[in-house]
């Protein structure tokens, strides 16, 4: 006959198998971010391109920035920052302290530092009337 510890402790053990055997519910799964929508149209493809390599973009426009002296209008982050502006409860854009701005929106679910806006501008210069960078324009531009 077995001590009552063990009998408990393989009652546990025997829920815990049990438990992790169940199949998951969508309900118990972490909620997945909420992407604020961008304010222009853009091409099919341009969303799931972004969410695919927006980091080897960025990485390679500091390269072609910082590095290379290469600075042009076409590939800036205003245009990135001008699309994708949240309003807060004022109506104005929110910096990157709030939790409603967009970059932050994926990467503090991801627990991913934004270190962009330590330089650039979180919000969208107030005279904006920049025009966001395409799908096929960004392609071609990772082929450079």
Same mark, same amino acid.
């Given at each position: 006959?077995?001590?009552?510890?063990?009998?408990?402790?393989?009652?546990?053990? *025997? =829920?815990?198998?049990?438990?992790?055997?169940?199949?998951?519910?969508? &309900?118990?799964?972490?909620? =997945? @971010?909420?992407? @604020?929508? &961008?304010?222009?149209?853009?091409?099919?493809?341009? &969303?799931?391109?972004?969410?695919?390599?927006?980091?080897?973009?960025?990485?390679?426009?500091?390269?072609?920035?910082?590095?290379? *002296?290469?600075?042009?209008? +076409?590939?800036?982050?205003?245009?990135?920052? $001008? #699309?994708?502006?949240? &309003? *807060?409860?004022?109506?104005?854009?929110?910096?990157?302290? $709030? @939790?409603?701005?967009?970059?932050?929106?994926?990467?503090?679910?991801?627990?991913?530092?934004?270190? #962009?806006?330590? #330089?650039?501008? $979180?919000?969208?210069?107030?005279?904006?009337?920049?025009?966001?960078?395409?799908?096929? +324009?960004? +392609? *071609?531009?990772?082929?450079?």
């Amino acid at each position: 006959m077995w001590p009552l510890g063990y009998k408990l402790l393989l009652a546990v053990l *025997g =829920m815990a198998v049990l438990v992790s055997g169940l199949p998951v519910q969508a &309900a118990d799964r972490v909620p =997945m @971010p909420k992407v @604020p929508k &961008a304010l222009e149209k853009t091409e099919k493809g341009h &969303a799931k391109l972004m969410r695919l390599k927006h980091m080897d973009l960025m990485r390679h426009q500091r390269d072609e920035t910082v590095h290379k *002296g290469i600075r042009t209008k +076409q590939y800036s982050l205003k245009a990135c920052i $001008s #699309c994708h502006a949240v &309003a *807060g409860p004022d109506k104005q854009p929110v910096s990157i302290t $709030s @939790p409603k701005h967009f970059c932050r929106s994926c990467h503090d679910y991801a627990a991913v530092k934004v270190d #962009c806006f330590q #330089c650039h501008s $979180s919000k969208p210069p107030s005279s904006a009337s920049l025009k966001l960078p395409l799908t096929k +324009q960004i +392609q *071609g531009f990772l082929r450079r």
